[in-house]
């Protein structure tokens, strides 16, 4: 994936803000008097701290502990809305999930998602008349339709117009190959969080509690930090040439993991994110793919 150096939008999430339509995100909407009970035992997180001014991200994982999606839970005190990843089918999963004792219903909603990203994204919201977001992972609310939540690596708006919300923020907007590199240079996973890997394994520690009851994949998460058994992890990889996701990866003769997203930067020209088995995650560390040469770095890749 190429992306042109002059691209107005990619520049501005680097230097001002830049706006992100996630088309293929849902919003749920979970109500009932057992929603929260209900959301704890499927996912990683304390949903308890869910309150109308603070947002909980969280992780539904599979009995052996494999992201099945990450959701962002808003509630406003009658229900719980939750923004799940691109191109999941969550609603029925959860569906599936009720038991019949539970009182709980899960619909479709008709709000989109718009993500803004860049360091001076706080400011384009103020611009717009939109309020001033809060800490991470607080939750404000504007004009009774716009729902802004600040989270660790952008800000997530909520609304049933986006076509009238992006006009109004008035700032570029990323197509999905800008935000692709983008996300890569910044070590935010997406493709990587598939049934292939376990949270700990895709930096979403941040979205595991170590204090809940249990919940699906518990023991699993559990020993993974109990007995220090986090055998891989996901790291960045600026590259000789591009290289293609899928492909082995190598260092010191031997297979030390598989590309999930590459991308040819602006910045830093051929890069990658990969999981990696930890003997090879320390940034410098020599790797292959395919014959070409490349190295380990930090995550977010630093100029």
Known sequence: MTLPIADEAYTAAHTHAAAYHATAADVLRIAGPDRIDFLQRQSTNDVTQLNP?????????????????????????????????????????????????????????????????????????????LPDPSDTNGVTRADGAVVVVTLADRIRLLTPEPAALLARLDMPVLSPEGYTVYRVENGIPLGELSEEYTPL???????????????????????????????????????????????????????????????????????????????????????????????VVELPMKT
């Open 53 to 129: 001014d603070t947002a909980v991200v969280t992780v539904l994982t599979s009995a052996t502990a494999r992201i099945l999606d990450v959701l962002t839970l808003i509630t406003d005190g009658e229900a719980i809305h939750a923004v799940t990843l691109p191109g999941r089918e969550t609603a029925a999963f959860l569906r599936s999930r009720i038991f019949f004792m539970d009182k709980v219903t899960v619909e479709e909603t008709d709000l989109s998602v718009v993500d803004i990203f860049g360091p001076q994204a706080a400011a384009a919201l103020a611009e717009a008349g």
């Open 201 to 295: 394994e895709t930096r979403l520690g941040a979205h595991v509690s170590d204090a809940k009851g249990c919940y699906t994949g518990q023991e699993i998460i559990a020993r993974q930090i109990t007995y220090d058994k986090v055998t891989k992890r996901l790291v960045g990889l600026l590259l000789d040439e591009p290289v293609e996701a899928g492909t082995d990866v190598r260092s010191e003769g031997s297979r030390a993991g598989t590309i999930t997203t590459a991308v040819e930067s602006p910045r830093f020209g051929p890069a990658a994110l990969a999981v990696l088995k930890r003997d090879y995650i320390a940034p410098g560390t020599a790797v292959s793919v395919d014959g070409v040469g490349g190295r």
